[in-house]
């Protein structure tokens, strides 16, 4: 009854939905068999457990079940069969009926596919009784499996025989090895049902009706692992050496893979033998292996693969270097480069992110391999620039990215980018990249750089470098930047200004023509750049300056040494380009951290020429009041210090100086600027000047404007104002007094407090904070009288209470 | 226990690429409660740094400072002792620590901290303390010769200060230390 409904089932016709019912009943078919089957295992009864085990494997004839609900109903049979084969153990062991009598009795089943299923099973007892050798049993069984040519069935019923033989295999260290030849007949066997297997699933594709060969490609699919298993247990045959695998196995396999002439299973083969089989026997039998690639059917993706077995190898070598001579010696780098070019050659449409994927996996391949042969990554390189030549640049977003990873790679490798500079393709591979993406990768490159806080210390090699990131340095041809966002902008030229001091040889012929590479092409920046690179290289050549300091600085010609004139000209020259910005503020500091420069180098007219730059600029450039009060004071500043200027050089610049002071806007910026030029007439240095006329005159007019400060103050507002500028004043005039300047007298000083004390006492609102200071000063005073000897006598004659 | 970084100078990235990595794997956020800063950064990225390090910062213009929004001077109470701080280019004489006392008494501080000269100086007198962190990166300066990375920590503890200077000389951190501490009255004594 049973029996009849499974055929029934068979015979019917029906939609996908229907899969579920025609499962359950399958199922069902099966364990009611079952039932039956252990009733007649308790009672011995052979005869009706044969009987009833055909019925139940008899459901797996169905052809209604796409594979996944094939399986289920399969393992279903198989659990069960299980138990039979152990029935099967018992009874041939108790000699109720011999094995050989066995074998042939369950060949009486009616249906080919159940009669299969038990013939293997009995065949595995067969096998674990010795009573005949393993080998002739496999042999047997495999061929008679031909039995069942429908694919889905077929397949089944193989990976049940792999799956019981898989312990019997006549191996090394088997108990069922035979002679010393049995390990071919092991592999034979194993292969033969590989070939079928593979030949089943191929056949899966021809089947039914063109439009739906989608869903057939999904169910084999789901299949695959049935006869990609096969190989797994080929890699787990002890006795399978590299030798045997070389001569026997691979080519086996290979010949299959070819020669079925599908897909699928071509990609689905050829990755399972990369996974499946040891890195060592890849390498070994390279050559092999690769020249299976271009036998493979075109719409096969190759480059995948290749790239995973390239990937594969790549672990290999990292992970275990003792194998790197093997790599040597086997030649791996040149195989798969000609590999690569044959398959790129016989693919001319292969668009270019799948070239240029190959050529990353090769990369990685050779810096992981060979990290000290830099011909082969620069042939690499080559390889992929003659590949995109002739194109123009590149569009396509992932070939782009694939570009940024191929020459990322060496950076990563080889942290010391003068490496990679002497990779000749590696310029040429990057003209093929769109502006925005040159860019990128210059950032990378500077990144690199600073990471590993490499230093470039020769000229040409730096000139290599600006090449590579020209797009950083100035504008592209095509470029059209308005879209580039400020932020990123400044970044990117934060990012040359850091790498600038990196520039550097101790050298300073050297350093000079360094200094003067990086000016050529910092001034083709143009205005928008020019404010972030010019103070890196201004800096760059002021500590060159400093280190040259002493040597003689008057000759000019080609092949003089490195001098600081030379250098001076470079920054006169370098500073002026910010003109063009227009940056006078920026440019005003730099020059006067030139003059001082040129000061300390005893080169008195360029420092003169240095500040008249700067004084131009004050005058004619800088308006803002904020801007020339800062300006102001870094001009008193640096003046202050120079020790170079003659007398009339010096007059003229402090009178210059003095005159700018009185003229800024607010008056106590007036007073502050004023005051502070004091300090240009008095050094400690007794060869400097200690002109104590002028000091005194400075002061005397500081006190004018504060004064007039006050009236106008009163004239606006009503209140007096601070009295601050006073008590600032007054702590200029305590300065000056303490260092003996002798127009500065105590009673200047005392006046100076007492009309301090009449405005605070007339202020109408009390300032805690100016009280505080002039607290503070007085107290000053005070402890000065405290330290005694001149400095004591001489704060004496100051009266600090009222 | 209050710790307060004080540093300044770093010129970045004019005169120098980056942080002594020596003193970046020092300064790790979260250790410190108060860093103050004597400007010439000098760009976002460096504020964007010393942010993260410690949201309470504190910092005044110097002249190459990208942003011009920092003050000219900062006065800031932490415990018992009133810091001011200045960049420095505005007081002249540069380094000059009489003028600098004058601004001491004008802020009216305990301890003030400046910068400029790239060399660092913790000096007392009559009014109070004078710090210069001198420069963290060692940056370039007209002022001073053979400039040291350098970089102070105040540990600021009732009435006392310890400053902790900590030098990058050939390639190693040196750290010295100096006590100040301070009476009742704001007069300081070292």
Redesign the interface.
């Known amino acids: 009854m049973a029996a009849a409904s499974a055929a029934a089932r068979m015979l019917s016709d029906g939609g996908a939905d229907d899969e579920e019912r025609w499962l359950a009943e399958g199922i069902a078919g099966v364990q009611q068999n079952a039932f039956y089957m252990h009733r007649a295992l308790d009672s011995n009864n052979l005869k009706d457990a044969l009987k009833y085990s055909a019925q139940m494997l008899s459901e797996l004839r169905t052809s209604r079940l796409s594979p996944h609900k094939y399986y289920e109903l399969y393992m279903r049979a198989f659990d069960e069969m299980r138990k039979l084969e152990m029935f099967f153990r018992e009874e041939t062991r108790r000699g109720s009926c011999s094995v050989v009598d066995l074998y042939e009795l369950v060949q009486h089943a009616g249906n080919v596919l159940p009669r299969l299923y038990l013939l293997c099973t009995v065949g595995s007892v067969y096998i674990k009784s010795k009573e005949a050798p393993a080998k002739d049993v496999l042999k047997d069984l495999v061929e008679m499996c031909r039995g069942i040519q429908h694919p889905l069935r077929g397949l089944f019923l193989r990976s049940y025989l792999s799956q019981i033989s898989r312990d019997k295999l006549p191996d090394i260290g088997s108990e069922y090895k035979g002679d010393a030849e049995s390990i071919n007949d092991a592999v034979e066997f194993v292969l033969q049902n590989f070939i079928e297997m593979n030949k089943l699933w191929v056949r899966m594709q021809h089947q039914g009706p063109v439009r739906e060969k989608e869903k057939r490609g999904k169910e084999r699919n789901e299949l695959r692992d049935l006869v990609g298993k096969n190989l797994h247990v080929l890699s787990q045959i002890e006795g399978v050496d590299l030798d045997m695998y070389k001569e026997t196995v691979l080519p086996r396999i290979l010949e299959q893979v070819v020669n079925c002439k599908d897909d699928l299973a071509q990609v689905y083969l050829m990755d399972c033998i990369i996974q499946v089989f040891p890195d060592e026997y890849h390498l070994q039998t390279l050559e092999t292996l690769l020249s299976a690639f271009p036998q493979l059917q075109p719409s096969v993706d190759i480059k995948t693969v290749l790239s995973q077995l390239m990937d594969r190898l790549s672990n290999y070598a990292a992970s275990s270097p003792e194998v790197l001579p093997e790599f040597l010696q086997v030649e791996a780098f040149a195989k798969f480069s000609n590999a690569i070019g044959k398959v790129i050659e016989a693919q001319p449409d292969m668009p270019v992110v799948g070239a240029v994927t190959l050529y990353v996996s090769l990369l990685t391949f050779t810096l992981r391999v060979h990290p000290d042969r830099l011909d082969y990554v620069d042939q690499v390189l080559g390889a992929c620039v003659k590949k995109l030549s002739g194109k123009a640049k590149l569009e396509d977003s992932r070939a782009t990215k694939q570009i940024v990873a191929l020459l990322s790679a060496p950076l990563e490798k080889y942290s010391n980018i003068v490496t990679a500079l002497e990779l000749s393709n590696y310029p040429r591979v990057m003209d093929y990249l769109d502006t925005a993406t040159t860019k990128v990768m210059a950032v990378v490159i500077i990144q690199s750089i600073m990471k590993n806080t490499t230093c470039i210390s020769t000229s040409d090699k730096i000139e290599a470098l600006f090449d590579l990131i020209k797009g950083l340095i100035k504008d592209m041809d095509d470029a059209q930047d308005d879209e580039l966002d400020e932020e990123d902008f400044k970044e990117e030229q934060n990012s040359v200004a850091r790498l600038i001091h990196m520039l550097h040889n101790d050298d300073p012929e050297e350093m000079l023509k360094i200094l003067c590479t990086v000016q050529k092409h910092i001034l083709l920046g143009g205005p928008k750049r020019l404010t972030f690179t010019v103070p890196s290289l201004v800096f760059s050549a002021l500590k060159l300056v400093r280190r040259l300091q002493g040597q003689d600085g008057d000759v000019t010609g080609e092949d003089v040494p490195a001098t600081p004139k030379k250098i001076f000209q470079i920054l006169h020259q370098t500073i002026e380009a910010l003109s063009c910005v227009p940056s006078p503020e920026l440019a005003l500091r730099l020059y006067l951290q030139c003059a001082e420069a040129a000061n300390d180098c005893d080169l008195e007219p360029v420092a003169y020429e240095f500040f008249t730059q700067a004084f131009i600029l004050y005058e004619e450039e800088i308006a803002d009041s904020k801007a020339q009060i800062t300006a102001i004071h870094l001009i008193i500043g640096t003046l202050q210090r120079m020790s170079i200027f003659g007398v009339e050089n010096r007059d003229t610049l402090t009178h210059k100086t003095t005159g700018y002071s009185a003229k800024l806007l607010k008056k106590p910026d007036q007073c502050r600027a004023v005051y502070a030029c004091s300090h240009l007439f008095w050094t400690d240095d007794h060869d400097g000047i200690m002109d104590g006329e002028r000091v005194l005159l400075c002061l005397k007019r500081a006190l004018r404007i504060a004064n007039a400060a006050q009236q106008m103050a009163n004239a606006t507002r009503g209140s007096s104002g601070s009295v601050t500028l006073f008590i600032e004043i007054l702590n200029k005039y305590l300065y000056f007094f303490e260092k003996g300047t002798p127009q500065i007298n105590n009673s200047a000083i005392q006046d100076l407090i007492e009309l301090i004390r009449t405005a605070q006492s007339d202020n109408t609102e009390a300032d805690p904070s100016t009280e505080a200071f002039f607290s503070s000063t007085l107290r000053y005073i005070e402890f000065q009288k405290q330290k005694g000897g001149s400095i004591g006598e001489r704060y004496e004659q100051i009266k600090t209470s009222s | 226990m209050v710790l307060v970084l004080a540093l300044g100078d770093l010129?970045?990235?004019?005169?120098?690429?980056?942080l002594p990595?020596k003193f970046k794997s020092m300064l790790v956020p979260g250790k410190i409660q108060h860093i103050i800063c004597t400007g010439n950064l000098c760009?976002?990225?460096v504020h964007d740094y010393l942010k993260s390090l410690c949201p309470d910062l504190h910092i005044t213009r110097g002249?190459?400072d990208e942003d011009a929004r920092y003050p000219e001077t900062k006065t800031l109470t932490i415990g018992q002792f009133k810091l001011g701080l200045c960049h420095g280019?505005?007081v002249?004489?540069?380094g000059d620590l009489?003028?600098l006392?004058?601004l001491q008494?004008?802020l009216?501080v305990d301890i003030l901290v400046t910068g400029h000269t790239h060399q660092f100086k913790a000096y007392k007198h009559?009014?109070g303390v004078v710090i210069n962190p001198g420069s963290a990166t060692g940056?370039?300066s007209?002022?001073t010769?053979d400039v040291n990375p350098s970089f102070v920590l105040m540990d600021i503890d009732g009435l006392r200060v310890v400053v902790y200077v900590y030098e990058l000389i050939d390639g190693e951190v040196k750290v010295d230390k100096i006590d100040f501490k301070k009476t009742a009255t704001?007069t300081m004594h070292a």
């Open positions: 010129h970045i990235p004019h005169r120098a690429p980056d990595a760009i976002k990225e002249e190459y280019h505005q002249v004489p540069w009489d003028s006392a004058m008494r004008q009216d009559e009014g940056a370039y007209s002022i010769y704001t």
